[in-house]
DNA sequence: AAATGATTTGCAATATTGTTGCAATATTTT
DNA sequence: AAAATATTGCAACAATATTGCAAATCATTT
């Protein structure tokens, strides 16, 4: 919870019970997080409007960033190690595991260069495998909703 | 328009004015389309639910296909030899626009293969640039909505 | 080409998801 | 602790998505 009141501060932002509860679900998540699964959980109870306005706000200030997926969700996740270094968050790969359907951020995976048809200018690349992940391997109870 | 009707028989669909005017329209762009695209299109006077329906009877049957996003639309897409051919459509890459906001498969760049963390199967991969494209790099005129 | 059966469509109702303004509350600063 | 600032929750609304069902369309058989 510490962690959580210094990741506010270091942003610039009031630290709040809404906010630090909600970084404490993903901290608590080992995966990727949507709006529903913050908004639906048990233990909080958050308006849904400031669950917006605080991923919002969290996205802007690089404390989680945003997964792209296929089903009209938007995926949030913090990342392990990058944001307070700062990084790119594109750069990573993103695991979604077609068992536990948790979708993970592979911090140390970066994505490969890809060599594109001419005229077309790369910026930013995203990647998203799926597949079957560590602990679906090697079960053992995951605490988190299915992501 | 043959093209089209083709298209469907041989996905054992019903051949209908609605799924060859969409078919059309996913002809006509050039890019990908999210359902608001088809059903403000101008030329068109679909029922919502019926292009609901209708996407998700073409994915179902292979002849669209989703491409993932952080901004909580489904976008569409045919891709330019595949649907027949029948690979995989998570294999190519996708090319979003950050002039035109077109999203383009580049059905001829495959996705590279990426080292994962042990314990971790892939089974699917998927890759999304965001960059310029070559239109907008030498600019003409697109026909078509915003993507 | 007409009749039959199967599929598809559009409407209506409803559910879910996302946004905005504003007053009340909580947090930070002085 | 008071003032200034920022955040929250409510209410209303907007946009997006889903379901059941009757009417219309399409495919098939005759």
Redesign the interface.
Known sequence: MLQQFEILKKAGLSVTESRKTILDLFFAAQGALAHADIEKHSSINIDRVTVYRTLQTFVENGIIH?????????LYALCKDSCEAGHHH?EH?H?IC?VCNKTNC?D??M????????????????????????DC??PHPQPFPQR
């Open positions: 945003q997964i792209p997926t296929t089903d009209n969700t938007i594109d790969v695991f077609v592979l140390d995976v994505v490969p260069m890809v060599k594109l048809p001419n005229g077309f200018l790369p910026i930013q690349t995203a990647m998203i495998v799926k597949g079957t992940c560590i391997r090697s």
